[in-house]
């Protein structure tokens, strides 16, 4: 977006930033205040800062792999890590991108990800669902009935950190946002599952899982999409035309709606999953942890839910 | 005014003076799912819109 100055009739319908003279781009109704285009960048910045310095995410001397979907919330993590890693650590960025092959939509992403990566001067590695599972996404959806999400998340995890122990990466960071993970809290209550619930995925690298970070967890995804916008990061670019199937898509107009009503609930919502995992963790002795009979990974069943999966359409 | 909405209809609605959360609201749109232009400026929700103001809305894309 083009900056342009307000006239003299516009300061009187478009609210000032807080912070500065220039006009507001974004009112935040948590902490009721509004931000321009340089002020809600800096802030989105400083608060994945902050999240990586209290979780001590990042160490000098890491390989950090970076699921690079070419989406907006990926393509903000990796602009904003670059930058943040460059100034801060002595870290390396490697960016990975998993076609899951899905025709109409993956096209243009990847061809984002991977002018972003050229522009970046980040090294970048292209898997397939095709070169690694045998199959595309599409093909597997038409031959059996499978959930859509369901079934290209666990492939998609697969196929993410194989290639980031191909590189031997430290971590993997991925681009979930604070919206992303109160639906996710959200779907868990629902399902009633409660063993997803309580798990607590940032801490596993002692079970021989990559750590995973989250750099963007307290970022909305309205937040990061305008900070896409306004840092000319990535364009307006297609939603996956299996997302308005799923049932993420029902319980995000829900987790949207209530945030609306009742600014910071997402928050509080993923706060109260963070004490209730830790208080779990005093009572519930942690399940036995094996190794998948195929592939080898860590898993808590005879094999993992990526072979698992493959294994079925295959009988 | 001139509203564009993110399937890519423009409608026509009357230039009363009101806030763009009004608006949306108005339309069944969740301010939160959407960014809003006033004449090609990005604005926040409680910015007014009245008018010949032409006012486009852009879905936030999920995923990714
Ligand atoms: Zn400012
Ligand atoms: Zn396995």
């Known amino acids: 977006m083009n ?57 000098d001397g890491d390989r950090i792999a970076i699921g690079l979907s070419g989406g907006k919330d990926s393509s903000v993590l990796l602009s904003i890590l670059s930058r943040v890693i460059r100034e801060r650590w002595d870290a ?16 243009e992403t990847i061809q984002s990800a991977v002018s972003l990566t050229k522009r970046l001067g980040i090294s970048h590695h292209i898997v397939s669902f095709q070169s690694l ?14 959930r859509a999400c369901t079934a290209c998340g666990i492939l998609r995890k697969k196929a993410l950190s194989d290639a980031a122990r191909d590189i031997s990466a430290d971590s993997i960071a991925t681009g979930h946002n604070l919206s992303d993970a109160a639906q996710s809290v959200l779907m868990n209550y629902l399902r009633g599952d409660f063993e997803r619930l309580l798990r607590d995925s940032s801490r596993r690298e002692d079970r021989g899982f990559i750590r995973r970070i989250k750099p963007l ?11 896409s916008m306004v840092n000319g990061i990535t364009g307006m670019l297609p939603e996956c035309p299996y997302a308005t199937t799923a049932f993420r898509a029902e319980v995000r107009t829900l987790q949207a709606g209530i945030e609306y009503h009742y600014p910071g609930a997402s928050l509080r919502i993923i706060e109260g999953q963070e004490s209730l995992s830790k208080q779990a963790k005093k009572t519930v002795r942690p399940g036995t942890v094996g190794y998948c009979a195929s592939c080898g990974d860590p898993c808590s069943g005879h094999v993992c839910q990526a072979c698992g999966l493959l294994q079925n359409l295959n009988k | 005014m001139r509203l564009q909405l993110p399937n890519g209809t423009t409608r026509e609605v009357n230039g009363d003076p009101r806030t763009v959360a009004a608006l949306l609201t108005g339309c069944d749109i969740n301010p939160l ?25 852009f879905l936030v894309a999920h995923g990714g």
């Open chain 1, 3 to 59: 900056p342009v100055s307000a006239g003299a009739g516009e300061r009187e319908t478009i609210p000032y930033c807080d912070n500065c003279d220039d006009p507001a781009v974004y009112f935040d109704p948590r902490l009721q205040r509004h931000l321009c285009e340089v002020h809600l960048s800096q802030d989105v910045e400083r608060r994945v800062i902050d999240r990586l310095a209290r979780h001590g995410m990042i160490h």
């Open chain 1, 92 to 107: 390396e960025l490697i960016a990975i991108t998993v076609d899951e092959g899905i025709a109409g939509y993956r096209e």
């Open chain 1, 133 to 146: 599972f045998g199959t595309t996404l599409d093909f597997l959806l038409t031959a059996h009935p499978l």
């Open chain 1, 217 to 227: 967890l307290d970022v909305h995804e309205k937040e990061i999409t305008l900070y």
């Open chain 2, 33 to 57: 799912e959407v960014i809003v232009t006033k004449n090609g400026r990005l604005i926040p929700e409680d910015a007014t819109v009245s008018g010949n103001d032409e006012i486009r809305v």
